[in-house]
């Protein structure tokens, strides 16, 4: 008797169940589209992570961009090929070939995962670790494109960098929060600021009829 590697249930035969494996092969059918979705949640045009905040020796780093790290090499890209090639080395299969955009190269894997998803189901020890990484993977995505706490848009950093510009990332402020925290240039913007952000923010962008707490809905990163 086996136990399903994700979910513990009891199984007569294989790694995955029947649902476990389901919403393991949703999950990758998810990837390029998630990762699509972090495109918006990248810092402002222009910023490179080495443009931290004041950019001196002494400045704290940035704060990590968990966009940035998911859309990099070790991100969901890596989580991806890792398994395949795993995979496909333990089906006596050669190496994965790996070309193309980063974008191209998830979609590659996770179809390529997805294709042979009743073999691992069935018959590889290794199923239930590959489908709970997977499942963590979808997690920190998730986190980031559709974050749980309710946020309202507050404006946009007015933080100057090292180049003397505007840091220009959107700011959110999380219900009951005392303080914004700027996720790409770490400045901190206590709430007797906040009025002024939001005027700032209106100056900006020309009448919309809407208040600025209208950029609260979520799934839709208004960048500048
Ligand atoms: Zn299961
Ligand atoms: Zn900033």
Redesign the pocket.
């Known amino acids: 008797m086996n136990t399903c590697g994700l979910c513990e249930r009891e199984l007569e035969h294989g790694y995955l169940c029947p649902g476990c494996t389901r919403a393991t092969g949703e999950r990758l059918d998810q990837m390029p589209k998630l990762y699509d979705a972090l495109a918006a949640f990248l810092p402002p045009p222009g910023r490179r992570p080495e443009y931290g ?1 004041a950019g001196g020796s002494e400045a704290p780093l940035p704060v990590a961009e968990p966009a940035l790290n998911l859309r990099g090499p070790g991100g969901m890209v890596g989580v991806l090929e890792d398994w395949r090639s795993a995979m496909q080395a333990d089906r006596g299969w050669g190496a994965p070939a790996v070309r193309g955009s980063t974008e191209e190269r998830v979609r590659t894997a996770a179809r390529g995962l997805s294709l042979n998803l009743e073999w691992i189901a069935s018959s590889w020890p290794m199923a239930g670790a590959f489908a709970e990484e997977l499942r963590d993977l979808e997690r920190s995505v998730l986190s980031v494109v559709n974050p749980p706490e309710r946020t309202r848009r507050l404006g946009n ?3 100057l ?1 090292a180049d003397g510009s505007q ?3 959107v ?1 959110r402020v999380a219900d009951g929060a005392a303080e914004v925290r ?6 901190v913007w206590p709430p007797d600021t906040w009025m002024t952000l939001a005027r700032l923010q209106q100056a900006a962008t020309p009448p919309v009829g809407a208040p600025v707490e209208a950029g609260a809905a979520e799934g839709h990163p208004s960048h500048v």
């Open positions: 905040r950093c007015v933080e960098t840091c220009g990332a700011l700027c996720a790409w240039c770490g400045a």
